[in-house]
């Protein structure tokens, strides 16, 4: 697929090179697009000017030990392939570098801060599929970090940003680095393809890609110490990941990938069952496939499998995008560009440039505990998931549940609570079981309080033995929608809990405005997100239905199933607050009383009905916010929370 051989005008531009580049035995090269120039040496007063020149430098250098390109913000254009090699001894510690002069995780980092590499390189072979090499990098323990690469506009072209050819090199990683393509105006064949062992891309974007990364062959004809983890893989137009030797030992996980034609590409003759762990792989249009460089050969069979846990496998992934500012007509991209919006599905797995934010709850070890995912319960072969997170240590404890909001419509259990309270629940040893729940309107709400229940259920049936849990202490937190289903969990569990906590909860649904023309729906396209399947996570596309809902007036009907003006009485029956009595859990109310989406007078509806019926409970007022808001922002409303559970979880009370 690939002419293995160094194209020949590389061989008189070096040779050009060689005689204006001065060079230094220098550990670090600089490069500057805008102040450089190829008769410098390459200091950091004085640096080259392009990447070529920097390559010259290295190849021409035996200096021991690290070697660092750093590039500056800028455009650089590749015309003809640039090889980084030399006999140098790199090892683990002491690497060969490139890397832009201010990474992503810089607090004064901006996308337009990333040096852009686009190449123009014409390439080998006939002009019908000519493959063309950006840069090749031929030497062992090198790494690729922080830089944006473009596609090739050469028709007929196959181009590639970062090539390794070597069958016997070993450690290449290519971290923290943008690949945009434009399948109309610069098409972007393959980012990355290396031979050899060791390949890893990490926390990598990859927008309109044919192909981002092939893992391909290795001495020995099995590849090991490879890996993927942390990427956003959106559009590519022929197989998100391809592995043709690859060795089992393939380490995939936190990656998202959409939008795409396969979500998996393998040689035929690789039949080997990869894991994939916490990733969200949705919209694609094939799940796994075939291919060599000559064709692709369809779908895999019932021989392929992957041994997947706590994958995502429904919802739409919503990325930033660029915005035009109405006052100068510019371009503006946001520090979080072509990653996932937050508080949107698959923003808490921490696939994009950063290292450092958000925080991975799931590298768990970080934080002093672990999590794990389980199936709670199965609707017509849907399984609907849990995530428990434990502290480090192994004695039995009490659990809370945690019921994430979103108007019964959007959300997901990855929504957690808010990392604040997450850790001081662990840090007061409680284990937290955060659910998915089936989503309205393709269930009703009836169904949906069975799914909060039946979580309940399964927690004490089955959290002695998974996560060493007592059964007799399990309180319930939500949040707005949460909080009505952790409230209806006060009623329908048996037997009661032994507390609940409702952030911004409803007493009724009178907050809501009324409508009855659902004709409306047909007229905005927002409602074509609804389908017949059931549906336990929802993105942006929930979001903006679930609010054009409450705008019009049907938000209660598509929950209910039912139009509620005229059946009250059935209303009534699914109301949490008609069923407290003397029996019902120790409950603590958090309301603001400026919140804009539920008032504050549901919040002393329930209050009211709790005290007649003299409940022990208390509503706890907060300035502002709502539901998700206060536990991230009011650090006396999360200590409110645990100082309410330690005395109904801890204090050993019977009433």
């Given at each position: 697929?690939i ?74 254009c ?44 014409k ?11 950006a ?37 290449l ?20 393809c ?35 983890r ?27 990938i ?25 919209d ?108 480090a ?32 629940l ?74 609940v ?9 009178e ?145």
């Amino acid at each position: 697929m690939i002419k293995k051989r160094l194209n020949t005008g590389m061989i008189c531009v070096a040779f050009v090179l060689s005689i204006f580049c001065v060079f230094a035995h220098a550990e670090t090269i600089y490069v500057d697009s805008d102040s450089g120039n190829d008769t410098h040496n390459g200091t950091q007063d004085k640096p080259v000017q392009t990447i070529a020149c920097a390559a010259q430098i290295v190849n021409d250098s035996n200096e021991p030990g690290l070697t660092t390109v750093k590039i500056a913000p800028g455009a650089y254009c590749i015309s003809e392939m640039v090889v980084f090699e030399n006999s140098r001894q790199y090892t683990k510690d002491k690497r060969f570098i490139i890397e832009a002069m201010i990474l992503p995780d810089d607090p004064n980092w901006a996308p337009a801060l990333m040096p852009v590499v686009i190449s123009t390189v014409k390439g080998d072979g006939p002009d019908t599929e000519k493959h063309a090499i950006a840069i090749k990098i031929e030497v062992n323990h090198a790494t690729v970090r922080g830089i944006k690469f473009l596609g090739n506009p050469r028709p007929r072209t196959w181009g590639y940003s970062i090539f390794r050819s070597g069958k016997g090199l070993n450690d290449l990683v290519v971290t923290q680095c943008m690949f945009v393509g434009d399948e109309q105006a610069l098409p972007y064949n393959i980012p990355i393809c290396a031979n050899g062992q060791g390949v890893v891309v990490d926390h990598c974007i990859f927008y309109k890609c044919d192909i981002p990364a092939i893992f391909w062959d290795a001495e020995g004809g099995i590849s090991k110490g490879n890996a993927m983890r942390y990427c956003i893989v959106d559009g590519a137009d022929i197989a998100a990941v391809w592995t043709c030797q690859t060795d089992v030992d393939f380490d995939f996980h936190h990656n998202i990938i959409t939008r795409s034609q396969y979500y998996w590409m393998r040689a035929p003759n690789n039949k080997k069952k990869y894991i994939v762990r916490d990733c969200m792989v949705t919209d694609n249009k094939y799940n796994s496939g075939y291919g060599t460089a000559a064709k692709i050969d369809g779908q895999t069979g019932s021989e392929i499998f992957f041994k997947e846990k706590n994958v995502i496998k429904e919802g739409n992934v919503t990325l930033e995008k660029s915005i035009v500012t109405a006052d100068a007509l510019s371009v503006v991209r946001s520090r979080g560009y072509l990653h996932v919006v937050p508080g949107t599905l698959g923003s808490d797995l921490g696939a994009g440039l950063f290292t450092t934010e958000p925080a991975r709850t799931t590298k768990t070890e970080e934080y002093g505990y672990r999590k794990e995912t389980y199936t709670y319960k199965e609707v017509d072969g849907h399984e609907i998931l849990a995530d428990v997170f434990l502290p480090a240590n192994d004695e039995v404890r009490a659990v809370v549940l945690y019921i994430h909001g979103g108007g019964f419509m959007f959300g997901s259990r990855i929504g957690r609570p808010s990392k604040s309270l997450l850790d001081k629940l662990i840090e007061a040893n409680y284990v937290v079981v955060s659910i998915d729940y089936r989503m309205a309107p393709e269930t009703k709400l009836d169904e949906i309080v069975k799914d909060a229940r039946d979580a309940c259920i399964w927690i004490r049936s089955q959290g002695p033995s998974l996560f060493n849990t007592d059964p007799n202490r399990l309180g319930v937190v939500g949040g707005s929608a949460g909080a009505f289903l952790a409230t209806a969990c006060g009623y329908t569990v048996k037997p009661r809990l032994q507390s609940v906590v409702a952030i911004s909860g409803y007493a009724d649904f009178e907050f809501a405005k009324p409508g009855t023309d659902r004709s409306i729906l047909k007229q905005n396209n927002l409602y074509d997100s609804v389908g017949k399947k059931i549906l336990t996570q929802g993105g942006q596309d929930r979001y903006k239905l679930c609010f054009f809902l409450l705008e019009n007036g049907l938000w209660p009907w598509e929950i209910l199933g039912f139009e509620p003006i005229s059946n009250q009485e059935r209303v009534n029956a699914l109301l949490p607050i008609n069923h407290i009595n003397s029996d019902y859990p120790a409950t603590l109310l958090i309301h603001s009383k400026n919140d804009q989406n539920v008032p504050f007078s549901q919040a002393e509806k329930l209050s009211r009905t709790l005290t007649a019926h003299k409940i022990e409970s208390e509503l706890f007022i907060v300035p502002q916010g709502h539901s998700s808001e206060i536990i991230r922002n009011d650090p006396d409303a999360v200590a409110k929370i645990i100082t309410f559970l330690d005395k109904q979880l801890k204090g050993n009370k019977k009433r």
